[in-house]
Structures are given as structure tokens and as C-alpha cells.
């Protein structure tokens, strides 16, 4: 008897230490971390460390964009794995995923509406990430720093908290670029099921 409520106490724990860790990884996909590292090592250089020209302020404006469409990109991208066991990548369509091979059924991965509230708050995280970043503000809007510097304290946690509850209600599903596909993780699952 107590080896068996033990046992459902363990599997209890277990599963609130995986949906909190399942909730912490799909926070962890709002932004790329791929872009957001470009845009960390590539803003300290073309602000140059917040003392800006015109072509600096041109330039890290770009980067601002590509990497704010990078963000909003990687929210339509998802992966399969198909019978021969390769993972294909794709783009998801209002019909599934674009490129198809025509061995796996792809219908599954259509758009969602969720899709589109990632993508937009994967650019609202990245835009408050990136337009309150120090260099950044030095370069665009240097007296914004004395005078607002409890919105530069405050708002970064604000936007986390609201997005972090957004993803709650609309888990993230893709496993796009870099992430493991869908069948890769169901596979990984039941082997620790399995042990």
C-alpha cells in the first residue's frame, strides 16, 4: 500500500516537473535563440556601443528588422520525421507544410490561429528585447535613458509575464528549425517511458 501511494506521489511530482519544464521550454521558443544571439553580438557593432552615426542608426535598424522577421518567421516553420526516419523542415501553409514530400501526410501541420499569436508576441518580445537594449537606446533616444528609467526597468518583465501567460493559453506546438521534430520527440518520450 505505501509502495503503491509512493509510487503515484512520484508520478504526481513528475508530472508537474514536466509540465513546468514543458512550460519553461515553450517560453524558451518564443524567441529564437539563434536571432536573438546575432542580434546580441551584431548591436554592440553597428551602434558602435551606442555612439551612433546615420549609417549606424540605418544599419542597426535593419538589424532590428531582419531580426524582428527571423522572430515571426520561425513561428510558421515545423519539422516531420518521415518513413525512412530523415526529419524534413517546412513552412506551414493554410494546407499543411510547404515543401510536402508526398510520403507523409502533412494536412496536420496547417495554420493555426496560434501560429499567428506567437508570431506577434515573438516580435513584441523581441522588439522590447531589442529597442530597450542599452546600446540601442544610446544610439536612437539617449535622453530616454535619465528620464525613463523606471519604464527601462519595468517593462521588460511586464511584456514577459503577459507573453509567458498568452503561451499558456496558446501552447506552442511546432517544432520548427532547430528544434526536434514531432515524431523525434514522441520517440524520446516513450523511451523514458519505457524506463
Not at 544599419?59 to 518521415?82: E, N, Q, R
Not at 494536412?107 to 499569436?117: E, H
Request: proline share 5%; hydrophobic share 40%; net charge negative.
Amino acid at each position: 500500500m505505501a509502495k503503491s501511494s509512493s509510487k503515484i506521489a512520484s508520478s504526481s511530482s513528475t508530472s508537474i516537473s514536466d509540465r513546468t519544464l514543458t512550460g519553461l521550454g515553450n517560453l524558451i521558443k518564443l524567441l529564437p535563440t539563434g536571432t536573438v544571439f546575432v542580434f546580441q553580438f551584431l548591436n554592440p557593432v553597428l551602434t558602435n556601443y551606442g555612439h551612433c552615426s546615420p549609417v549606424n542608426k540605418f544599419l542597426t535598424s535593419i538589424l532590428i528588422a531582419i531580426c524582428g522577421v527571423s522572430c515571426a518567421f520561425s513561428c510558421f516553420t515545423d519539422s516531420y520525421k518521415d518513413g525512412d526516419g530523415m526529419v524534413h523542415y517546412g513552412i506551414a501553409t493554410f494546407n499543411g507544410l510547404w515543401p510536402s514530400s508526398g510520403s507523409a501526410e502533412l494536412s496536420k501541420y496547417k495554420l493555426r490561429v496560434g501560429d499567428f499569436v506567437h508570431a506577434f508576441f515573438s516580435v513584441i518580445v523581441f522588439a522590447v528585447l531589442s529597442l530597450l537594449d542599452s546600446n540601442t537606446v544610446q544610439c536612437f533616444y539617449p535622453s530616454f535613458e535619465s528620464t525613463e528609467k523606471v519604464l527601462l526597468m519595468v517593462l521588460p518583465p511586464v511584456i514577459g509575464a503577459i507573453s509567458g501567460s498568452v503561451f499558456v493559453v496558446f501552447p506552442n506546438t511546432r517544432h520548427g528549425i532547430g528544434y526536434p521534430s514531432t515524431s523525434s520527440s514522441d520517440e524520446s518520450d516513450n523511451l523514458s517511458d519505457e524506463n
